[in-house]
């Protein structure tokens, strides 16, 4: 079993940052790719951003491209997200998740995942 623990949500206004964590701890995985996610209330939860093993390959949603940055240390087992010029429409449930790699996968797809941390909340005042 994989746990995925978020930390550094908050309250920021708009055009601040804020910088999430996911740490991943249990059992030993290599090669995995690391998905950001977010769910405000009433949406389906949507794809924000994900990364491959090596960092060598990310995707990024349109709508926080050149904002949102995803990176990790794979020493540490820990993903970041580190989100400025964030807006109002950012307020969101910020999920982890972590995709074992299969040929075929669509990384955008919330139903790729394998396991999901239980979210930080992301609140951007105007």
């Known amino acids: 079993q994989v746990q995925l623990v978020e930390s550094g949500g908050g309250l920021v206004q708009a055009g601040g940052s804020l910088r999430l964590s996911c740490a991943a701890s249990?059992?030993?995985?290599?090669?995995?790719?690391m998905g950001w996610f977010r769910q405000a209330p009433g949406k389906e939860r949507e794809f924000v951003a994900a990364i491959s093993w090596s960092g060598g390959s990310i995707l990024y949603a349109d709508s926080v491209l050149g904002r949102f940055t995803i990176s990790r240390d794979n020493a540490k087992n820990t993903v970041y997200l580190q989100m400025n010029s964030l807006k109002p429409e950012d307020t969101s449930v910020y999920y982890c998740?972590?995709?074992?790699?299969?040929?075929?996968?669509?990384?955008?797809?919330?139903?790729?995942?394998?396991?999901w941390g239980q979210g930080t909340q992301v609140t951007v005042s105007s």
């Open positions: 998740a972590l995709h074992l790699v299969r040929t075929g996968s669509n990384l955008e797809r919330p139903d790729e995942y394998d396991y």
């Open positions: 249990g059992r030993t995985l290599s090669r995995y790719v």
